[in-house]
């Protein structure tokens, strides 16, 4: 992303504070659709990015093989030699422990329980790794180089399959007591509302604004339309029921939002995922309804954007995890 490269040097706090000349870093992203590698160089600059399909179903072991050779590759197109790469960073959905590095039991990888993915990585690179969820690697990420640079106070919300959420207090990454905290996807909207199938409680965020949940709300009135970004063009033409299921999505989001900002009030909302393929015509109107709905002066401050690195965050923000963290042991 040309916007980001280059913007480091301007950035403060702890998760973008690093000396310059830090060696590049092989990051890796799991997500429940797609696997992606790529290496970063430490002024954000993505040296190269690959995606595959997850097929996650094939379960742990056959998956992390292509992941761990899709980085290989990424280290062979990104023309930096092996032996420069000083870490490997990993994000993936929660729940996860990055301290002992495993993947708990995320929800976008069934049947994956306990998986030492840390340990794994390690042996196949011999290299430190670094494990962090996958929406708080983005938040480091927006915040270290992309949408968020130059701010201290940001919350990251990834609106794709599922919705995740990281968060940037006082320049530094918010992870929790056990390191899954800023879950802002199961913010609830509506208590009384759909079912979340992320964490199986009624009214999340999630259970309205993801690519999912859209899809399902829009099979549910009537609609031919599948995904969110049909959804979106079928409400551009003027179809009603696509309005309808728009319009939802649009309150829904916004107040999710509404109660995120009065919640941190951050000076900087950043929107990412496949649903922001939509752009504008999602975050106009939140923009506008959070403005209005939430308590000054979180409501005045806060802006909400969209990421700078689009389809890249999950990598940006696996690589940042690594620098942050050698950041976080040099105190
Ligand atoms: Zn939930």
């Not at 670094?130 to 701010?151: F, I």
């Not at 990834?158 to 968060?167: A, F, K, P, Q």
């Not at 208590?191 to 993801?210: D, K, P």
């Not at 700078?308 to 923000?317: N, P, S, T």
């Amino acid at each position: 992303m040309a916007a980001a490269a280059g913007a480091a040097a301007a950035v403060g706090g702890e998760v973008a504070g690093r000396p310059e000349g830090l060696p590049p870093v092989l990051a890796l992203d799991i997500g429940g659709t797609k696997l992606a590698a790529g290496v970063v160089h430490a002024d954000g600059e993505v040296a190269s990015f690959l995606v595959e399909p997850s097929h996650a179903e094939q379960g742990p072991a056959p998956t992390l093989e292509r992941l761990f050779d899709l980085g290989r590759t990424a280290v062979a197109k990104s023309g930096v030699p092996w032996a420069r790469i000083a870490g490997v960073g990993i994000g993936c959905g929660g729940p996860l422990d990055p301290e002992r590095g495993v993947l708990v039991a995320p929800p976008h990888l069934p049947g994956w329980r306990d998986v030492p993915i840390g340990a794994l990585a390690q042996r196949a690179f011999e290299r430190p790794v670094t494990l962090e969820n996958d929406a708080t690697a983005a938040a480091a990420g927006e915040h270290a180089w992309g949408a968020g640079a130059g701010t201290r106070n940001m919350v990251y919300l990834t609106i794709s399959t599922g919705v995740g959420g990281g968060v940037v207090i006082d320049g530094r990454l918010y992870r929790g007591a056990m390191g899954n905290g800023g879950e802002l996807g199961h913010v609830t909207v509506d208590w009384h509302g759909r079912q979340c199938r992320g964490c199986g409680r009624r009214g999340c965020l999630e259970a309205y604004v993801s690519g999912t949940s859209i899809s399902e709300r829009a099979r549910e009135a009537g609609l031919a339309a599948g995904t969110a970004t049909e959804v979106a063009a079928a409400a551009r033409e003027g179809d009603a029921l696509a309005i309808a299921v728009w319009d939802e999505t649009v309150e829904a989001l916004a107040c999710g939002v509404t109660s995120i900002v009065n919640l941190f009030e951050p000076q900087l909302v950043v929107l990412g995922g496949g649903v922001l393929r939509t752009g504008e015509q999602l975050l106009g109107p939140v923009r506008e309804a959070v403005r209005g709905s939430a308590m000054g002066p979180a409501g005045r401050v806060a802006d909400i954007v969209a990421s700078a690195f689009g389809d890249r965050v999950g990598v940006a923000g696996a690589a940042a995890i690594v620098y942050a963290r050698d950041g976080a042991a040099r105190g």
